[in-house]
């Protein structure tokens, strides 16, 4: 099963980003949407070097096109998004 992990801030373009990512992911991924208000997720985005929102997270791995700014869908379909394991 592939995890896939969006931190999010709840705003329309974080909603947007998770909107894509739930119908493009596979029946065999799991999403888990990391609100950034909640206690310890800020910390986990930061152990994991993610400095912006959304940001999505496959497999432990951020996605090059997060770790940056924006997301590239592109990239993440080559990472793995919608693919079986």
């Known amino acids: ?9 709840g705003c ?3 909603n947007d980003v998770v909107a894509q990512v739930t119908e493009l992911a596979c ?11 909640a206690d310890s ?13 959304p940001a999505v ?3 432990g ?3 090059d096109c997060c770790a940056g700014r924006g997301v590239d869908l ?3 379909k080559a990472a793995g998004l ?4």
């Open 41 to 53: 997720v800020p910390e986990k985005a930061q152990d994991l070097g993610i400095r912006s929102v």
């Open 74 to 76: 592109d990239v993440l």
């Open 57 to 59: 997270v496959i497999d």
């Open 1 to 9: 099963m592939r995890e896939i992990e969006i931190f999010s801030a």
């Open 12 to 14: 329309c373009l974080c």
């Open 27 to 37: 029946p065999s991924c799991n999403i888990t949407v990391l609100d950034m208000n």
């Open 82 to 85: 919608g693919q079986p394991t």
């Open 61 to 63: 791995v951020v996605v």
